[in-house]
């Protein structure tokens, strides 16, 4: 995915073209969305050339129009193929104004439109849209703990992506992977207690599994690209897809990767698997 981003002290040649990690499919409440326009106004105009300061790396526009990609569980009102604009001021979404200033406005206090794919964060309903981090750096796939208190999510704001974890207000945020420079996927364990995510080595992707404060971190996974893990109900095992064998394939694992086993052998490629709630 390409954004354009805006490094200081600003101006109109300190606009950058970078890749960023892709989003992935929207979690509870959100939706994903392609953008096919971005409008330019003067507020856009004075945050590229400095005249409202703005964070280093910050993806400028204050609006955006396109198409829904993707909708997250619980999301109602919108659906795929639905087009949609974005809210100039995101706390603003009807009724009598409910600010009184440009703090928190979208393209100078909070990342804007100008990349290929944005998430909005809403309620069960579609509605009522906020946001929970506010950083230069995307952050992307987002999962609630089981007990609801906690978010884990990918964020490129140490550069590459990184597995990090948030207290479901958004405070507290902590990076968890400390290993190689492009970490995702995260998974909770049914307990919470731990978390499992992907990570590249060597050119490949390996399974790492950690507690959910980052330590006692672990590959489990050596032979072939391995993504995709996830948890058993007891906890206790993972599933997850690998290219061992050339085309991807299911295979089940202990949490410490000592018991391995193959469960898809067919001519196609099998990912993503979901485990049913008993075993």
Same mark, same amino acid.
């Given at each position: 995915m390409?954004?354009?981003v805006?490094?200081?002290?600003g101006?109109?040649?300190r606009l950058?073209l970078?890749?960023m990690p892709? &989003?992935?499919h929207?979690?509870?409440?959100?939706?994903?969305v392609?953008?096919?326009?971005?409008?330019?106004?003067?507020?856009?105009?004075?945050?590229v050339?400095?005249?409202i300061?703005?964070?280093d790396?910050?993806?400028?526009m204050s609006d955006g129009?396109?198409?829904v990609?993707?909708?997250?569980?619980g999301?109602s009102e919108?659906k795929?193929?639905d087009?949609v604009v974005s809210c /100039? /001021?995101?706390?603003w979404?009807?009724?009598p *104004?409910?600010?009184g200033? /440009?703090?928190g406005?979208?393209g100078?206090?909070?990342s804007g439109?100008d990349v290929?794919?944005?998430? /909005?964060v809403t309620?069960?309903?579609?509605q009522?849209?906020?946001r929970?981090?506010d950083?230069?750096?995307?952050d992307?796939?987002?999962?609630?703990s089981p007990?609801?208190?906690?978010?884990?999510?990918c964020s490129?704001r140490?550069g590459?992506p990184?597995?990090?974890?948030m207290?479901a207000d958004?405070?507290g945020?902590?990076r968890?992977?400390?290993?190689?420079n492009?970490?995702?996927?995260?998974?909770?364990?049914p307990?919470?207690?731990?978390l499992a995510?992907?990570?590249?080595a060597g050119?490949?992707f390996?399974?790492v599994v950690?507690?959910?404060?980052?330590?006692?971190?672990?590959t489990?996974?050596?032979?072939?690209?391995?993504e995709n *893990?996830?948890w058993g109900p007891d906890?206790r095992y993972?599933?997850?897809s690998?290219?061992?064998?050339?085309?991807?394939q299911?295979y089940?694992?202990?949490r410490?990767?000592?018991t &391995?086993?193959?469960?898809?052998r067919g001519?196609g %490629? %099998?990912?993503s *698997?979901a485990?049913? *709630?008993?075993l």
């Open positions: 390409k954004g354009i805006l490094r200081q002290p101006g109109l040649d950058e970078v890749d892709d &989003l992935g929207p979690g509870p409440g959100e939706i994903r392609r953008l096919h326009a971005s409008s330019l106004n003067f507020h856009d105009y004075a945050v050339t400095g005249m300061p703005t964070a790396g910050r993806i400028p129009a396109g198409v990609e993707a909708v997250g569980e999301v919108l795929v193929g087009h /100039f /001021f995101p706390g979404q009807e009724g *104004p409910t600010v200033d /440009f703090v406005l979208v100078s206090h909070q439109r290929d794919l944005v998430f /909005f309620d069960a309903a579609g009522n849209g906020r929970l981090t950083h230069w750096g995307i992307v796939s987002p999962v609630w007990d609801g208190r906690r978010i884990a999510f490129a140490s590459g990184q597995v990090y974890v207290n958004g405070s945020v902590t968890i992977s400390h290993t190689g492009y970490n995702t996927s995260p998974a909770w364990s307990k919470g207690d731990r995510w992907t990570t590249r050119g490949i390996q399974v950690a507690s959910d404060d980052g330590s006692d971190a672990r489990i996974t050596s032979q072939g690209s391995n *893990p996830t906890g993972l599933v997850f690998s290219r061992r064998g050339g085309r991807s299911l089940f694992a202990d410490d990767g000592k &391995l086993k193959q469960l898809t001519p %490629d %099998d990912t *698997p485990w049913s *709630p008993r």
